[in-house]
């Protein structure tokens, strides 16, 4: 409001002050017209013919260069222009910064080219826009109009977004009838998103590959192409003042937008050749009624000319007018919201979560409404191997089949409650903790940060389980049955963790768990190990720090194996029974292994066998040999220091010696242990620079030895 006020008092001050009149036609005592005029030698505009060589004008903004002689008839002009009022494509007022600069003109003046310049400012956050406009206009003697072409780039800055267009128009201008056609076409990116809220409702829900929540209201921008016609008429010329009426339509459509198809009016007021007022009024469906007010001023005149006629102008003195347009870019203001709300996003990786679905009757792209029907159909799809996803198997169904799991991926069924990390936290997936497990007869070849989750495993001609120079790795609330004359898990080379937790093995026949050359840190947790007729775990070349549970044996060769490692290993509970060779074997175990309990019975060489190694620890673990084995020990050690044997019961019926100690190379100690013999000898210990010490334990022997030293240092 303050500008259109300065506009209006420039305007007003500017009319009272600077405003010539020709001495014929005002009279400064009387203000009024000669009375004495003729009225007959009045014309029809129709019949009027103009001799542009008698027409003698000059121009205020002429002084400004001198005696160049730079324009013609028509001269610059400025000015400034106010808009009060919303309208098509633009909330709020806007002002603008005129410059009309004649370019060509012809002898006769019937021909001109000019330049248009304008710098526009918003009332809202003061952001500017602005128009570059070139264009030409010819006076038609013969139809007595006007007629002009003109193109424009046009800017504009919304505070949130910047918008650039190409636009133009032709207008017919005649000394009562005016007709304009405008086009606008907007280039570059049209379209721009500047907010968005997020409305939670704390369900979620799959939508395609993608799980989302909530609703989302996302805001945009986008600059509108189309076109506007208008035709007016002059209805009054008074005394310095015309007036004029316009009517027109208009078409605007942008992306994301409802067509606004409206119509438009304006009544303007020029009440003098430096100053206009004018209001109109526009209504389409999309910027509804809006109601505008414009207050403008130019120097020196609209038309450029100084001392040409203020009212009745006819089409003749209207080539030098600025063209009539939208200045402001139009921009809708859009409100889009999204029901299915906003991705789920993977704060690991940043990208949203991506699933891969699997479900009975599925035939499709492994979306939510079109699953695979398979995880075969799922794993050969490119987008799962490229990894960064979720295998999310929804059946209860048997499948055969190995697979290849890509990088950054897990692998889950909806049997246990399955659960994300979110940018909202930790979730729990839609339809998880159904209980519906699928069975799968065939092995699963791990990746670096995968996961394998919820499913039962068969598989009796191959590992169930293999990974190799990967790592992170997590295996977890899977049943593993496998009757392989291998390892039903086979780990090599890791790079990385490895977790089985929840995961119990069955195996028939080979080994349970095979770890070689890895140094990375490997856990069972409640995860046990049962072997038949075959052995439980077997680490080899290994560092880094290793945990089992339980692991159980019946009929195998070795139960636990453990050669060339410096990793830490510990062994919950580790059962053995009627182990071939030893339950418990330890060849150049360089790093350290505990043992918290478990019980050996009737192994063929020993209970216990503990070759070159250090840093070893029994404890709470039973070892039994029956009368009927005539060649095992229960302990039998050779090289080892720093060995410590609590709390544990040996009873040994056997042949063989209980505890045989050789070669000791470091303190070796038993506590809280009692050993019981029957016939024979009971502890041996033969060689080395070891100490030996026996605190709270008891040996005890029928029929035979208790202890027999040999060599010792």
Same mark, same amino acid.
Request: charged share 15%.
């Given at each position: 409001?303050?500008?259109?006020?300065?506009?209006?008092?420039?305007?007003?001050?500017?009319?009272?002050?600077?405003?010539?009149?020709?001495?014929?036609?005002?009279?400064? =005592?009387?203000?009024?017209?000669?009375?004495?005029?003729?009225?007959?030698?009045?014309?029809?505009?129709?019949?009027?013919?103009?001799?542009?060589?008698?027409?003698?004008?000059?121009?205020? @903004?002429?002084?400004?260069?001198?005696?160049?002689?730079?324009?013609?008839?028509?001269? %610059?002009?400025?000015?400034?222009?106010?808009?009060?009022?919303?309208? =098509?494509?633009?909330?709020?007022?806007?002002?603008?910064?005129?410059?009309?600069?004649?370019? =060509?003109?012809?002898?006769?003046?019937?021909?001109?080219?000019?330049?248009?310049?304008?710098?526009?400012?918003?009332?809202?956050?003061?952001?500017?826009?602005?128009?570059?406009?070139?264009?030409?206009?010819? #006076?038609?003697?013969?139809?007595?109009?006007?007629?002009?072409?003109?193109? #424009?780039?046009?800017?504009?800055?919304?505070?949130?977004?910047?918008?650039?267009?190409?636009?133009?128009?032709?207008?017919?201008?005649?000394?009562?009838?005016?007709?304009?056609?405008?086009?606008?076409?907007?280039?570059?990116?049209?379209?721009?998103?500047?907010?968005?809220?997020?409305?939670?409702?704390?369900?979620?829900?799959?939508?395609?590959?993608?799980?989302?929540?909530?609703?989302?209201?996302?805001?945009?921008?986008?600059?509108?192409?189309?076109?506007?016609?208008?035709?007016?008429?002059?209805?009054?010329?008074?005394?310095?003042?015309?007036?004029?009426?316009?009517?027109?339509? #208009?078409?605007?459509?942008?992306?994301?937008?409802?067509?606004?198809?409206?119509?438009?009016?304006?009544?303007?007021?020029?009440?003098?050749?430096?100053?206009?007022?004018?209001?109109?009024?526009?209504?389409?469906?999309?910027?509804?009624?809006?109601?505008?007010?414009?207050?403008?001023?130019?120097?020196?005149?609209?038309?450029?000319?100084?001392?040409?006629?203020?009212?009745?102008?006819?089409?003749?003195?209207?080539?030098?007018?600025?063209?009539?347009?939208?200045?402001?870019?139009?921009?809708?203001?859009?409100?889009?919201?999204?029901?299915?709300?906003?991705?789920?996003?993977?704060?690991?990786?940043?990208?949203?979560? #991506?699933?891969?679905?699997?479900?009975?009757?599925?035939?499709?792209?492994?979306?939510?409404?079109?699953?695979?029907?398979?995880?075969?159909?799922?794993?050969?799809?490119? !987008?799962?191997?490229?990894?960064?996803?979720?295998?999310?198997?929804?059946?209860?169904?048997?499948?055969?089949?190995?697979?290849?799991?890509?990088?950054?991926?897990?692998?889950?069924?909806?049997?246990?409650?399955?659960?994300?990390?979110?940018?909202?936290? @930790?979730?729990?997936?839609?339809?998880?903790?159904?209980?519906?497990?699928?069975?799968?007869?065939?092995?699963?070849?791990?990746?670096?940060? *995968?996961?394998?989750?919820?499913?039962?495993?068969?598989?009796?001609?191959?590992?169930?389980?293999?990974?190799?120079?990967?790592?992170?790795?997590?295996?977890? !609330?899977?049943?593993?049955?496998?009757?392989?004359?291998?390892?039903?898990?086979?780990?090599?080379?890791?790079?990385?963790?490895?977790?089985?937790?929840?995961?119990?093995?069955?195996?028939?026949?080979?080994?349970?768990?095979?770890?070689?050359?890895?140094?990375?840190?490997?856990?069972?947790?409640?995860?046990?190990?049962?072997?038949?007729?075959?052995?439980?775990?077997?680490?080899?070349?290994?560092?880094?720090?290793?945990?089992?549970?339980?692991?159980?044996?019946?009929?195998?060769?070795?139960?636990?194996?453990?050669?060339?490692?410096?990793?830490?290993?510990?062994?919950?509970?580790?059962?053995?029974?009627?182990?071939?060779?030893?339950?418990?074997?330890?060849?150049?175990?360089?790093?350290?292994?505990?043992?918290?309990?478990?019980?050996?019975?009737?192994?063929?060489?020993?209970?216990?066998?503990?070759?070159?190694?250090?840093?070893?620890?029994?404890?709470?673990?039973?070892?039994?040999? %029956?009368?009927?084995?005539?060649?095992?020990?229960?302990?039998?050690?050779?090289?080892?220091?720093?060995?410590?044997?609590?709390?544990?019961?040996?009873?040994?019926?056997?042949?063989?010696?209980?505890?045989?100690?050789?070669?000791?190379?470091?303190?070796?100690?038993?506590?809280?242990? *009692?050993?019981?013999?029957?016939?024979?000898?009971? @502890?041996?210990?033969?060689?080395?620079?070891?100490?030996?010490?026996?605190?709270?334990?008891?040996?005890?022997?029928?029929?035979?030895?208790?202890?027999?030293?040999?060599?010792?240092?």
């Amino acid at each position: 409001m303050t500008r259109i006020c300065l506009a209006i008092t420039v305007a007003l001050v500017a009319w009272e002050t600077c405003s010539p009149l020709t001495a014929g036609s005002y009279n400064p =005592i009387s203000l009024s017209f000669d009375d004495s005029f003729d009225d007959s030698f009045r014309e029809s505009p129709a019949s009027v013919t103009i001799y542009p060589e008698e027409q003698t004008y000059e121009a205020d @903004v002429s002084e400004l260069f001198g005696n160049l002689n730079l324009f013609g008839r028509y001269h %610059p002009h400025f000015g400034y222009r106010h808009q009060l009022g919303d309208t =098509i494509g633009r909330q709020g007022g806007l002002s603008s910064f005129d410059l009309f600069v004649p370019l =060509i003109e012809n002898h006769d003046s019937e021909w001109l080219y000019f330049l248009d310049v304008r710098l526009l400012l918003d009332d809202q956050n003061n952001n500017l826009g602005s128009n570059l406009g070139l264009g030409v206009r010819r #006076y038609l003697a013969g139809i007595q109009r006007t007629i002009g072409g003109y193109v #424009y780039f046009d800017t504009r800055d919304t505070g949130v977004a910047s918008f650039q267009q190409i636009s133009g128009g032709v207008d017919l201008l005649g000394d009562r009838w005016d007709t304009r056609l405008n086009w606008y076409a907007p280039i570059g990116e049209t379209r721009t998103q500047w907010g968005e809220t997020f409305s939670g409702d704390g369900t979620y829900r799959f939508v395609g590959h993608y799980l989302k929540t909530g609703a989302v209201t996302r805001y945009y921008q986008a600059a509108m192409s189309g076109v506007d016609l208008e035709t007016g008429y002059k209805f009054y010329s008074g005394f310095n003042t015309d007036v004029r009426a316009y009517g027109g339509i #208009y078409f605007f459509n942008a992306q994301g937008s409802q067509n606004a198809s409206g119509w438009k009016s304006r009544i303007e007021s020029r009440i003098s050749d430096m100053i206009s007022l004018s209001a109109g009024v526009q209504h389409d469906p999309v910027f509804k009624t809006t109601v505008n007010f414009t207050a403008a001023i130019q120097w020196p005149s609209f038309s450029g000319l100084k001392d040409g006629p203020r009212s009745n102008l006819t089409a003749y003195d209207r080539l030098g007018e600025s063209p009539e347009r939208l200045r402001s870019i139009l921009v809708d203001n859009q409100t889009v919201e999204d029901p299915d709300g906003v991705y789920l996003i993977n704060p690991a990786t940043g990208n949203p979560f #991506y699933f891969m679905h699997v479900a009975i009757g599925g035939n499709s792209d492994g979306s939510y409404e079109d699953p695979y029907s398979t995880l075969a159909k799922a794993f050969a799809d490119p !987008r799962t191997q490229q990894g960064d996803l979720i295998v999310y198997d929804h059946r209860n169904s048997a499948e055969t089949g190995n697979y290849i799991v890509g990088p950054d991926t897990r692998v889950l069924s909806t049997g246990p409650a399955q659960y994300i990390n979110t940018e909202f936290g @930790v979730l729990q997936l839609p339809d998880s903790n159904s209980g519906l497990t699928p069975q799968i007869t065939g092995s699963f070849s791990m990746n670096n940060n *995968t996961e394998l989750n919820g499913f039962d495993l068969f598989n009796s001609s191959g590992p169930s389980i293999t990974a190799s120079g990967v790592g992170n790795i997590l295996v977890s !609330r899977n049943t593993i049955t496998n009757a392989y004359s291998g390892s039903a898990i086979q780990l090599t080379s890791l790079t990385g963790s490895a977790i089985f937790d929840q995961s119990p093995l069955t195996k028939t026949n080979g080994t349970g768990v095979s770890v070689l050359n890895s140094s990375t840190d490997i856990t069972f947790t409640n995860s046990p190990i049962t072997a038949v007729n075959g052995n439980g775990v077997n680490l080899l070349n290994t560092r880094g720090t290793i945990q089992f549970g339980q692991i159980t044996t019946t009929n195998g060769d070795i139960s636990a194996s453990l050669v060339n490692n410096s990793a830490g290993v510990t062994i919950d509970s580790l059962n053995s029974t009627d182990a071939a060779t030893s339950g418990l074997v330890l060849n150049n175990q360089t790093g350290s292994l505990t043992l918290n309990g478990g019980t050996f019975s009737n192994s063929g060489v020993a209970g216990v066998q503990i070759l070159n190694s250090q840093n070893i620890t029994l404890r709470n673990i039973t070892i039994a040999t %029956p009368v009927t084995n005539t060649t095992g020990d229960s302990i039998l050690v050779n090289g080892v220091s720093n060995l410590l044997v609590s709390d544990n019961t040996i009873t040994h019926s056997g042949a063989g010696t209980s505890v045989s100690l050789g070669n000791l190379a470091g303190a070796v100690t038993f506590d809280q242990s *009692t050993i019981n013999k029957t016939g024979g000898l009971a @502890v041996s210990i033969n060689g080395g620079t070891g100490d030996v010490t026996f605190t709270n334990s008891a040996i005890t022997n029928t029929n035979g030895d208790g202890l027999d030293i040999q060599t010792a240092a």
